[in-house]
């Protein structure tokens, strides 16, 4: 009896587990954790220089937070990490321009460090991809001339080497050299980075414009069709004494100019009849450049009051000529005047051609 009940008992009791597995075993889909933002940013090290590269490559990527793994390390990495931390924040040019503030954390795990670099940004990656690498002094004075002939509100160079020039005059420099092209003179802020120590520096230079960007290409434009059509007005004339008192008759004929201001002097003079010292002389440039006469814009004084007006060749002789005063007068031709008629002008008499 007992041998014949023990084969129908084990048939019962797996009749049994069989139901229990079924109603209790279920099955998920495996899926990957998600990588953490620090997780992502996990870099090495084995000395100081790496270790330094290393927290200066979370700034680069805009990275808020990064972590970094050292091995077989043989200096002292809580006093290295520190060092580059400190270094890579605050020295270089990079760091002192785009980071408000950087910590860190040294841990012991098992058998490496974990250095976790927290970064709190002042610039957006945005404008920390926008700074531009330029080797010169003389390359970067050419950036900015583009950047005020377009209008741009900022332009941020990483410097190779930078001597420290006055980048306010080297703005002024380049509206004195393109009138034609640069017709405003903005407000400029410079800010380097850092302010002190090597000559590689992040060179900040704010520009604030009255007018944007489309109405400054509007106006160059305008400046460019005028000086077009007073060229095409005069071409005829042979000698360059004739051109340019033809030039003066155009212009004596297009406005009855008034005195006033603008922050585009040259466009107000050619274009709306405003005239200023600096409008009349900068226009006279960009005619004369277009006519292919010899120009000169002289900033000196009338009587003690800052002053503008050209020096001009006309067929081999070098001549004054003060064409605001001219037109308000209403005088009939342009007077060219030699340096000795020059009653209550003052300017550096080395700088330009003497007219004798």
Not at 41 to 69: K, M, P, Q, W
Not at 296 to 305: D, H, K, P, Q, S
Request: proline residues 4%; contains cysteine; glycine residues 6%.
């Amino acid at each position: 009896m007992r041998r014949g009940c023990l084969p129908a008992l084990l048939l019962a009791l797996t009749l049994l587990l069989g139901g229990c597995a079924d109603e209790y075993v279920s099955v998920t889909p495996h899926t990957e954790p998600e990588e953490t933002p620090a997780a992502q940013n996990v870099v090495t090290a084995e000395n100081y220089v790496s270790l330094r590269n290393a927290v200066l490559s979370f700034v680069e990527d805009s990275v808020s937070e990064g972590i970094i793994h050292i091995y077989d390390y043989s200096g002292d990495v809580e006093e290295d990490a520190q060092n580059a931390v400190y270094e890579v924040s605050r020295e270089d040019p990079l760091g002192a321009y785009a980071v408000e503030s950087m910590t860190h954390q040294c841990t012991w795990i098992v058998s490496y460090y974990e250095i976790r670099v927290q970064i709190e940004f002042r610039r957006t990656p945005e404008q920390i991809a926008a700074v531009e690498r330029v080797a010169s002094m003389s390359v970067l004075r050419e950036r900015l001339a583009e950047a005020m002939e377009q209008g741009q509100e900022s332009l941020t160079v990483r410097l190779s080497y930078d001597s420290g020039d006055d980048l306010v005059e080297m703005a002024r420099a380049c509206y004195r050299e393109r009138p034609a092209e640069i017709l405003e003179m903005p407000e400029i802020t410079v800010s380097r980075y850092p302010q002190q120590g090597g000559y590689v520096r992040i060179v900040e230079i704010l520009m604030t414009f009255e007018h944007t960007p489309e109405e400054l290409q509007s106006r160059q434009e305008a400046v460019a069709t005028s000086a077009n059509a007073a060229s095409e007005y005069v071409r005829y004339r042979e000698t360059e004494t004739g051109k340019l008192q033809l030039l003066y008759t155009y212009l004596l004929e297009r406005f009855l100019y008034e005195p006033g201001t603008s922050s585009t002097p040259a466009y107000a003079f050619l274009c709306e009849g405003i005239a200023s010292s600096e409008g009349a002389a900068r226009s006279l440039q960009i005619l004369c450049d277009e006519m292919e006469l010899e120009c000169y814009t002289v900033e000196g004084t009338l009587n003690g009051a800052p002053y503008v007006w050209n020096i001009v060749c006309v067929d081999g002789v070098y001549c004054h000529v003060d064409l605001y005063r001219t037109l308000l007068d209403g005088s009939e031709s342009l007077p060219l005047l030699l340096d000795g008629a020059m009653t209550g002008y003052q300017w550096d008499t080395e700088a330009f051609p003497a007219c004798v």
